[in-house]
């Protein structure tokens, strides 16, 4: 059974940092690249950052660059998010997301990120 566990999420303050971490199961977690979206209110699920491949091409949304930074261990299935000068713009449900480079997609739940000013 294929699943994507989210966590990390919570209240911070503007300006201030927190870490997600995604821990996936049941696919063979290197194969696959790996991203955080996010959907914050009233608005479209929006890419906030991707790793490809595995040699380690990163793309980010233009929102969060130089304040985000993804990572990955393969050896624990699991791939990170780093949110640093959090603003409450960053407020959103982030979604882990996986893809075999073709017609496999998984989701995580999400876990819901709150900036306060």
């Known amino acids: 059974q294929v699943r994507l566990e989210e966590s990390g999420g919570g209240v911070v303050h503007a300006g201030g940092s927190l870490r997600l971490s995604c821990t996936a199961s049941?696919?063979?977690?290197?194969?696959?690249?790996m991203s955080w979206y996010r959907q914050r209110p009233g608005q479209k699920r929006e890419l906030v950052a991707g790793?490809?491949?595995?040699?380690?091409?990163?793309e980010y949304g233009d929102a969060v660059k130089g304040r985000f930074t993804i990572d990955r261990d393969d050896a624990q299935n699991t791939v990170y998010l780093e949110m640093k000068a959090l603003k409450s713009d960053d407020t959103a449900v982030y979604y882990c997301?996986?893809?075999?480079?073709?017609?496999?997609?998984?989701w995580g739940q999400g876990t819901q990120v709150t900036v306060s000013e």
């Open positions: 997301h996986a893809w075999n480079y073709g017609p496999l997609i998984y």
């Open positions: 049941g696919f063979v977690f290197s194969g696959y690249a």
């Open positions: 790793l490809r491949r595995a040699d380690g091409e990163i």
